[in-house]
């Protein structure tokens, strides 16, 4: 069975500290994808980025970055220069392939202050 | 393109009562998902799509009925609603197993 664990439940930083957000997945499949979701107080959730198991690049975008390190099962997510707009929860899910359903995380509250 | 388009976005119900929740979307996708998002427990996917006329149960089924009649529409229905099924719901669509992009939600309170 496939799981996610968000060890995180909440983190708090001051703006411009770079955080990081950490995810460690459980799955049996050697070929499965890992995804992150934004979801801001307004409560939508937005897609971040899709990884495949094959594809052990680390992936920057602007201020995020992704790790991915399949020797210890995780997926993390760092924020360089965090921003207040970055308040949100955010949640790690894994999909198996042949399986076209997501297994969530619990997700991780990070509040940014001013 | 509206994306993923969730009808109602806030409804109060009495237990007991029945209502239908309606997704919608645009993007030709095949897969739809129903997800129901409860404080500290993530997303968990209630019922699921492959494709146009067919269901499938996900993580927590019970109560829940959905159909998919027409590809762009995925209804969830509570035949009797429980207080809990007080949730924030979420529908999502795919195409195959890419990326699910995710409605707004519809906030349901069951007193």
């Known amino acids: 069975a496939q799981k996610v664990t968000q060890a995180q439940t909440e983190i708090s930083v001051v703006e411009k500290e770079d955080v990081t957000l950490d995810c460690v997945y459980e799955?049996?499949?050697?070929?499965?994808?890992l995804f992150w979701y934004k979801q801001p107080p307004s409560g939508e959730l937005v897609f971040l980025i899709r990884r495949n198991s094959f594809d052990e690049q680390n992936e920057i975008s602007g201020r995020y970055s992704w790790n991915f390190q399949k020797s210890t099962s995780s997926f993390n997510f760092t924020i360089t220069a965090s921003q207040v707009v970055d308040s949100a929860v955010y949640f790690c899910a894994l999909s198996e392939a042949g399986y076209s359903t997501l297994t969530f995380g619990k997700g991780t509250m990070l509040l940014v202050s001013p | 393109n509206a994306g993923v388009t969730q009808t109602p976005k806030f409804r109060v119900l009495k237990t007991g009562q029945s209502m239908t929740l309606l997704c919608a979307q645009d993007?030709?996708?095949?897969?739809m998902y129903w997800y129901r998002q409860d404080p500290g427990m993530g997303l968990r996917l209630i019922h699921y799509s492959v494709g146009e006329g067919t269901t499938a149960k996900g993580e927590v089924p019970d109560g829940y009925n959905v159909s998919r009649l027409k590809k762009q529409n995925f209804l969830l229905g509570l035949e009797s609603a429980a207080p809990s099924q007080t949730s924030v719901y979420f529908c999502?669509?795919?195409?195959?197993?890419?990326?699910?992009?995710f409605g707004p939600g519809t906030r349901l309170l069951v007193l």
């Open positions: 993007m030709n996708h095949e897969y």
């Open positions: 999502a669509s795919s195409w195959n197993q890419e990326t699910q992009y």
């Open positions: 799955t049996r499949d050697t070929t499965y994808y």
